[in-house]
Nanobody
Framework: QVQLVESGGGLVQAGGSLRLSCAAS????????MGWYRQAPGKQRELVAR???????NYADSVKGRFTISRDNAKNTVYLQMNSLKPEDTAVYYC???????????????WGQGTQVTVSS
């Protein structure tokens, strides 16, 4: 199976920056994509950013120009650099990945445990 370990959340003032990290480990043959979702209280979980094998990226409109997703393939780790943070970015951020396991022909999806990001005004 696959484990996702997230780090980097915390409390920051509006306009500040945070960097989230998520490392995947386990019986991974290849990673199709890694990304970040977030869920604010009372709201649905939403895509923040994702990076697909080959390097193509997608961002939510609300974070374009402020957040940057990147990936270290050698470490199976994805990063989310968050700049110019706003109070509305406050949420639990979840790492997400779709991987092909060793010995399996199909891909599987996994979620991290979530890390809290709080932006004060």
């Amino acid at each position: 199976q696959v484990q996702l370990v997230e780090s980097g959340g915390g409390l920051v003032q509006a306009g500040g920056s945070l960097r989230l990290s998520c490392a995947a480990s386990g019986s991974i043959f290849s990673i199709n994509l890694m990304g970040w979702y977030r869920q604010a209280p009372g709201k649905q979980r939403e895509l923040v950013a994702r990076i697909i094998s080959g390097g193509r990226t997608n961002y939510a409109d609300s974070v374009k120009g402020r957040f940057t997703i990147s990936r270290d393939n050698a470490k199976n780790t994805v990063y989310l650099q968050m700049n110019s943070l706003k109070p509305e970015d406050t949420a639990v951020y979840y790492c997400y990945t779709e991987v092909v396991l060793e010995g399996s022909p199909r891909s599987f999806a996994y979620w991290g445990q979530g890390t809290q990001v709080t932006v004060s005004s």
